[in-house]
């Protein structure tokens, strides 16, 4: 293989071809070539790369960190495979603008900063594909995520918080899978805001093939995301690297429906790692795609969410996405009084009783009850009978409550 770079001087450009050649020579969060980037920038470590030996002070590093880790490092091995896997840049640059697709790397104003928790995982660079800008639409985001066998619950509540989530202005990211993830674009393309799909293969690939349709209407009202040059084919390792983007782009993460066994506990993972929130919708605990929120909420891991207000109240902007307080139907005998509330509880809902009875019963004075059935006859709860006084039938029904049916 050749000098993929020359010896001139150096510019930008050459470091963002660097980066497309290094993301097509290394797999997507490979942490020593992060590592080696961070070391030396994109445009030497290519050329470390390309002639098959890394720094010395480097590959000394990288066999402590190996053995203080446990575990063995063959760098020798690593970098002949990254160099075997060597493509044309220029190549891979021409086909991304002849299919629609951007690429972003590191510094670019559409970067979105918040990727940099990654690490040594960090993308290389990503190709983006849409209208939205990716970095201002994930300023305000919530990741959601589960079971491709959703069920029809799954999927209505995963529709419903994306759409909601969407029209009070929050972006919605997810994988563009069946199920769960596809559910939740939908909704939040309903709701008007954009909504980011981050797939395990090239922005031009549409995986799964029958989400084409979606994927379209996702680029022109949202964003495509891959970290793979354009072409690049699924594969299932590349569905579990492609989960640290999802959690890291948003500020919380919401699992749906999972399996105890389940992709999206591997996202769930990351979004705890990376300290941003997790949350978990409960479901029926006779539904295995529920079991793995359950084993969330009940390990402490992730908050137990209903609804887009609780999503807001937890990842929004204190004192500002505050959820309401859920309250129940408020019933005319709310407002009474306690005393006043005491005498109706003491009225008899069948034949009557005298204003003496009803005092004892109430633990107030004569008096007391007297002018108590006198607001409470005016209010409509009590009408006065031979025997003295009893509820009227629709006090009886909504007055007291249901205690009282």
Not at 234 to 263: K, Y
Not at 356 to 382: Q, R
Request: hydrophobic share 40%.
């Amino acid at each position: 293989m050749g000098t993929p770079l020359g010896s001139g001087t150096r510019t930008p450009e050459d470091d963002r071809t660097a980066r497309v050649a290094l993301m097509r020579m290394a797999e997507a969060g490979d942490p020593v070539m992060g590592r080696l980037i961070a070391w030396c920038g994109p445009q030497q470590a290519l050329e470390q790369v390309s002639r098959g030996s890394l720094d010395p002070d480097f590959a000394t590093k990288e066999n402590e960190l190996a053995e203080r880790s446990g575990r063995r490092s063959d760098l020798a091995r690593l970098v002949a495979a990254w160099a075997a896997r060597y493509g044309d840049p220029e190549a891979d640059l021409a086909l991304g603008r002849e299919r629609g697709a951007r690429l972003i790397v590191p510094g670019d104003s559409e970067w979105p900063t918040q990727l940099d928790d990654l690490g040594d995982a960090r993308p290389f660079g990503l190709w983006l594909d849409g209208q939205a800008n990716l970095r201002f639409a994930c300023l305000r985001s919530v990741s959601i995520v589960g079971a491709r066998a959703a069920t029809p619950y799954g999927v209505q509540v995963a529709a419903q918080l994306g759409s909601e989530l969407s029209i009070r202005g929050w972006t919605v990211v997810s994988g563009g899978a069946y199920g769960i993830d596809a559910a939740a674009h939908r909704g939040a393309l309903a709701g008007g805001s954009p909504t980011v799909v981050t797939l395990a293969c090239g922005v031009d690939e549409c995986y799964p093939r029958a989400h084409e349709d979606l994927f379209r209407v996702v680029r022109s009202q949202g964003v495509v995301v891959s970290e793979w040059p354009p072409g690049a084919h699924p594969t299932r390792p590349r569905f579990l690297v492609r989960n640290r983007v999802i959690a890291a782009l948003s500020r919380g993460t919401i699992v749906v429906q999972a399996a105890v066994r389940s992709g999206a506990l591997n996202t769930a993972t990351h979004a705890a790692g990376l300290n941003r929130h997790l949350m978990a919708v409960p479901g029926p605990i006779t539904a295995v795609t529920s079991e793995g929120c359950h084993m969330l909420i009940r390990s402490g891991k992730a908050v137990c969410v209903t609804s887009h207000e609780e999503v807001i109240d937890l990842v929004g902007s204190i004192g500002a996405d505050l959820a309401p307080e859920r309250r129940g139907p408020v019933r005319p005998r709310d407002e009474l009084n306690d005393e006043t509330r005491r005498v109706l509880e003491a009225v008899p809902a069948r034949g009557g009783a005298g204003p003496a009875v009803i005092a004892v019963a109430a633990g107030v004075d004569l008096t007391t009850a007297i002018g108590c059935l006198g607001g409470l006859a005016a209010a409509g709860f009590v009408e006065p009978v031979a025997r003295g006084w009893r509820l009227r039938r629709q006090a009886d029904l909504q007055g007291r409550g249901d205690h009282a049916r």
